[in-house]
């Protein structure tokens, strides 16, 4: 089964796309886009070319947990992806991917311009990674 990670951002989304056995990171790509209409689109277009099963987004949540502040933005966001693909969005906890994703490019020469285009892709593959430990511990139907 394949599975499909977005690390959701206003300029730029993460996508990151699991092999066929569901069990680590294949593809990642970016989408550089403001604009919503056509993020939602690349994604379905993505879905549909990387024949994805499961889509998992990552969710804002503060350092205690709770709710960060564009929690709602990203809910609204799933749910239109939802009906755009008519297939469930599972929100995950992206707490510190986006650090972790700087710390990895950091440690292996990404600088400047390089790293900008690269981080949300490493970020996207951090929160299939973890989703996919999960599920390796708590298989779902």
Same mark, same amino acid.
């Given at each position: 089964?394949?599975?499909?990670?977005?690390?959701?951002?206003?300029?730029?989304t993460?996508?990151?796309?699991?092999?066929?056995?569901?069990?680590?990171?294949?593809?990642?790509?970016?989408?550089?886009? %403001?604009?919503?209409?056509? +993020?939602?689109? @690349?994604?379905?277009?993505?879905?549909? &070319?990387? #024949?994805?099963?499961?889509?998992?987004?990552?969710?804002?949540?503060?350092?205690?947990?709770?709710?960060?502040?564009?929690?709602?933005?990203?809910?609204?966001?799933?749910?239109?992806?939802e009906?755009?693909l008519?297939?469930?969005?599972?929100? %995950?906890?992206?707490?510190? +991917?986006?650090? @972790?994703?700087?710390?990895?490019?950091? &440690?292996? #020469?990404?600088?400047?311009?390089?790293?900008k285009?690269?981080?949300?892709?490493?970020?996207?593959?951090?929160?299939?990674?973890?989703y996919?430990?999960?599920?390796?511990?708590?298989?779902?139907?």
């Open positions: 089964m394949k599975v499909l990670a977005i690390d959701y951002g206003d300029a730029r993460g996508i990151a796309v699991s092999d066929l056995t569901g069990s680590i990171v294949g593809d990642t790509h970016v989408i550089h886009s %403001w604009n919503r209409e056509k +993020t939602l689109s @690349e994604i379905q277009r993505l879905v549909r &070319e990387q #024949g994805a099963q499961r889509i998992v987004m990552g969710f804002p949540r503060n350092m205690d947990g709770s709710e960060g502040p564009r929690a709602e933005l990203y809910r609204a966001f799933a749910a239109d992806l009906g755009l008519g297939m469930p969005v599972r929100l %995950w906890d992206e707490r510190r +991917t986006t650090v @972790e994703a700087h710390n990895i490019l950091s &440690e292996t #020469g990404y600088h400047g311009k390089k790293r285009n690269t981080v949300d892709a490493v970020a996207a593959s951090l929160i299939l990674e973890g996919l430990s999960y599920l390796r511990l708590h298989p779902e139907p």
